[in-house]
C-alpha cells in the first residue's frame, strides 16, 4: 500500500516515473515516421512521400502505427531505466561533482554511453519485433500478420533465444556513443540556449524542445549507417537469410546501393528524431519537477 508513495518520494524513484512519461511521449508523436524510416531503409528509389501515399490509400492511416503495441507496451520501462542509469552512471563518472551541482559534460557523456548499452538488452527483441511488423506490407514476412505476441513467439518457436536477439551486437555498437552523443548534447544545448539552468533547473518550454530535438538530430546522424545495418538484419527471417553479420550487411548493400545506402531515409529519421526528442525531453523535465515540487509540498505539510 506505501510503494508509491515511498517510490516517489526517493530521486530515482521520481526519475523512473519521469523517464518513463517521456518515452511513452516520444512513441506517440513519432512512430508514423519511424514506420516510413523502416520502409526507406528497406527499399530503392522510392520518397517517403511516396511511401506515405501508397500505406493511406491502400491501408488506412492507421498502417503507420502497425507495430506500435510492441514498443509502446515495454518503452515506459525501458525509457525509465534509461534516464535513471543515466542519473547514475552520470554522477558515478564524476565524483568529484557536489550533489547540489551538475555532472561535468564529461560525466554526461559517459553517463549517456553506459545507459545506452544497458538499455540494449531491453530494445533489441522489442525492435526486433518491431521491424518484422512494419515490413509485413513489403511481402516478406508473413507470420507478421498475426499481431507482436505471435510473432515474438513464431521467433521463440523457429530460431530460440538467439534469434529473439538477432541484432544485439549492431544495436550496442549503434545505442552506446549515440546516447553519449545525445545527453551531452541535450545538456550542452540547453545551456547554451539558457545559461545557468543545468544548475538552477530553470528553463522555458522552447528551450527543452529545442534542445532536446537537436539532441535527437546529433545521435541519430551519428549512429545512422549502424541502424541501416541493424534494420536490415533484423529484418532477415530463417528462410530469407541475406547477410551473415554486420561486416557481411555492410559489405554487400554498399556494394550492391553504392554508399547512399546507409543514409537512406536519414531526412526522414531526423525529423522524427526533432520532433519525438523534443517530446521525450519536455515530458521527462516537466514530469521530474512536478514530481519534486509536489515531494517538497508534502514534506512541508509533514513537518
Known amino acids: 500500500m506505501d510503494f508509491w508513495p515511498e517510490f516517489l518520494a ?8 519521469a523517464g518513463g512519461l517521456g518515452g511513452t511521449a516520444g512513441i506517440i508523436s513519432g ?5 516510413l524510416r523502416i520502409k526507406l531503409q528497406n527499399t530503392k528509389n522510392v520518397s517517403a512521400f511516396n511511401i506515405l501515399r501508397q500505406m493511406v490509400s491502400r491501408e488506412g492511416a492507421t498502417s503507420l502505427y502497425r507495430g506500435m503495441a510492441a514498443p509502446l507496451a515495454t518503452v515506459t520501462f525501458q ?19 557536489s550533489a547540489k551541482d551538475p555532472p561535468s559534460y564529461k560525466g554526461v557523456a559517459l553517463g549517456g554511453v553506459g545507459a545506452g548499452a ?6 533489441s527483441p522489442v525492435e526486433l519485433v518491431k521491424i518484422r511488423l512494419q515490413l ?3 511481402g516478406r514476412i508473413t507470420e507478421s500478420a498475426k499481431g507482436p505476441v505471435m510473432v515474438a513467439k513464431s521467433i521463440w518457436k523457429k530460431e530460440g533465444f538467439r534469434g529473439l536477439y538477432r541484432g544485439l551486437c549492431v544495436t550496442v555498437i549503434r545505442d552506446a556513443p549515440a546516447h553519449g552523443v545525445y545527453f551531452w548534447t541535450y545538456e550542452y544545448m540547453r545551456e547554451q540556449f539558457h545559461p545557468g539552468c543545468r544548475k538552477s533547473g530553470k528553463e522555458s518550454l522552447h528551450t527543452m524542445l529545442v534542445a532536446g ?3 535527437g538530430v546529433a545521435s541519430w546522424i551519428f549512429c545512422y549507417p549502424f541502424d541501416v545495418v ?4 533484423q529484418g532477415q527471417t530463417p528462410s530469407s537469410i541475406k547477410y551473415k553479420g554486420i561486416y557481411d550487411c555492410f559489405r554487400k548493400s554498399v556494394k550492391e546501393d553504392g554508399y547512399s545506402v546507409l543514409w537512406r531515409g536519414l531526412g526522414t529519421a531526423v525529423t522524427r528524431a526533432f520532433v519525438v526528442n523534443g517530446a521525450i525531453f519536455s515530458a521527462y523535465e516537466i514530469t521530474l ?8 509540498m508534502q514534506t512541508q505539510e509533514t513537518i
Open 10 to 17: 526517493s530521486t530515482s524513484g521520481r526519475e523512473f516515473v
Open 31 to 35: 512512430y508514423p515516421l519511424d514506420t
Open 79 to 97: 525509457n525509465a531505466v534509461v534516464f535513471q542509469s543515466y542519473a547514475t552512471l552520470s554522477r558515478a563518472f564524476d565524483s568529484s561533482v
Open 118 to 123: 544497458l538499455q540494449t538488452l531491453m530494445v
Open 136 to 138: 509485413q506490407s513489403m
Open 213 to 215: 530535438g537537436l539532441a
Open 230 to 233: 541493424k534494420t536490415r538484419l
Open 289 to 296: 519537477r512536478l514530481l519534486f515540487n509536489n515531494g517538497n
